[in-house]
């Protein structure tokens, strides 16, 4: 069996048009990117490369070092280590393509040189409601990460051939990463097609599993370990967990982008659990907002109606501008207003170190 187009065949034969006319290509991905953001882009770029075409991935910020094991990642152009923020390398460029975000707002830094830049766009994303932002628009909300989108991209732009072990390895990444090990919108057998194609072309999916889902530091164990039997609490009337971490809690495990990825994933194991609500402060009145959950119940919904964030169904984010303290009672207030798309009840399972009524 083979994989079915899902690309617009005009979208294509756009994007072909604008590839004909390019030569330096710059592709983005959104802030905090994600195994999804950095696996579609590195991927991308990867064949492009070896399509004869100069291709470079932007970021606006630090990658989580997690991925470092990607191949390409080390030349990764990071924005935020710069202070025209990418406004050169976007001026350089004929051709841009906007992977895994759906508006501007989502590449803080960088959007300013990317509305500079004269370059034409692509975007190839997976998110709801995109702004119109590029020339070529291909939007799968439905799709299960950016990476298998991109993978459907180059096999219809007939590039596929191009893409070995390394570009492989990228993509497999984002398609593990945005589907939790494929636990949570992953039933589409299209997906396991995709992989059995990347199977054939090199990829180790098992080495791949062991370095981007089952290896911890020292520093990582501990501080996931003190967030589950410390800031975990449970609300049983909500169905629902929240984890918290403070600044002062960050840096006393000695934290570093990525040390809690998949955190928000583990009160979803408890019975009766349906979704699950982490709370990071990143800086003194600066509050990252992660949610997940399981069955219908939308957690976009929360994130786009109370933290100006979003995503898909089951996993969604925001950020919320006050203190730890302050997201908690906005948490806490949002809940009612979301007790209808709860399913039918459950026993929740106790939880000895705290639980709120």
């Known amino acids: 069996m ?16 604008l590839l004909d006319k390019a030569r330096n290509i710059v592709i983005t991905c959104h802030m905090t990117p994600d195994g999804d953001a950095i696996g579609s882009s590195l991927g991308l770029a990867r064949v492009l490369n070896a399509a004869g075409f100069r291709a470079s991935v932007v970021t606006p910020d630090t990658p989580p070092h997690a991925l470092d094991f990607l191949p390409g990642i080390c030349d990764v152009y990071i924005a935020s280590r710069f202070a025209d923020g990418g ?69 219809q732009l007939g590039l596929d051939n191009l893409m070995d072990a390394d570009a492989a390895t990228c993509i497999y990444t984002g398609m593990l990463t945005d589907t939790g090990h494929f636990s949570y919108n992953s039933n589409d057998p299209e997906i396991y097609l995709v992989i059995a194609d990347l199977l054939r072309k090199g990829l180790d999916k098992d080495d791949v599993f062991t370095k981007a889902w089952n290896t911890n530091s020292v520093n990582r164990l501990r501080i996931c370990g003190y967030a ?51 709370l990071r402060e990143d800086e003194k009145n600066y509050v990252k907002v992660s949610m997940r959950s399981t069955g219908d119940f939308p957690v976009n919904k929360i994130c786009e109606e109370r933290f100006g964030g979003g995503g898909h169904l089951n996993a969604a984010g925001g950020e919320f501008d006050g203190s730890l303290t302050e997201a908690i009672d906005a948490v806490l207030a949002a809940l009612p207003d979301y007790d209808r798309y709860l399913p039918d009840e459950e026993a929740v399972e106790s939880c000895p170190q705290k639980t709120v009524e």
């Open 87 to 155: 406004r050169a390398i976007l001026s350089a460029a004929d051709l841009v393509f906007c992977l895994d975000y759906n508006g501007l707002k989502r590449i803080d830094r960088l959007a300013p040189a990317l509305e500079a830049s004269k370059a034409p766009r692509i975007m190839i994303d997976h998110h709801l409601d995109p702004e119109n932002m590029a020339d070529v628009m291909i939007s799968h909300p439905e799709a299960s990460s950016t990476s298998f989108l991109v993978y459907h991209f180059l096999k």
């Open 228 to 278: 589950q039997c410390h800031n975990m609490t449970l609300l049983p009337h909500h169905r629902m967990a929240l984890i918290t971490l403070s600044r002062d809690e960050l840096d006393e495990f000695g934290y570093v982008k990525g040390d809690t990825e998949g955190l928000v994933n583990r009160p979803l194991s408890i019975p009766g659990i349906v979704y699950s609500i982490y």
């Open 2 to 17: 083979t994989t079915k187009p899902i690309i617009k065949q005009e979208q294509i034969r756009q994007a072909s048009g």
